[in-house]
């Protein structure tokens, strides 16, 4: 898997998940300019980028997760 692809879709989808997707929109514009360019110039197949691309996503998911538990007991605690 492409991990240019996983780091920048880690970044958007994170972004997206804790601001908006408003605010997400101008990363998810780069990310997929950044996998057509991968594309184009023969850097990674197709099944490479969607990998990446899943693989980042899959994680920034797990990262939401974790800081939203710690920010729950940051609170919840007090």
């Keep these: 898997p492409s991990g240019h692809m996983a780091e920048v879709t880690f970044m958007t989808v994170l972004y997206g998940k804790r ?43 797990a990262a939401d997760k974790v800081i939203d538990n710690r920010l729950a007991r940051k609170y919840n605690a007090k």
């Design 19 to 61: 601001f908006g997707w408003q605010a997400a929109m101008p990363l998810a514009i780069f990310s997929t300019f950044l996998g057509a360019t991968f594309l184009n110039c023969n850097r990674h197949y197709l099944s490479q980028l969607v990998a990446g691309s899943a693989l980042g996503a899959i994680f920034a998911l």
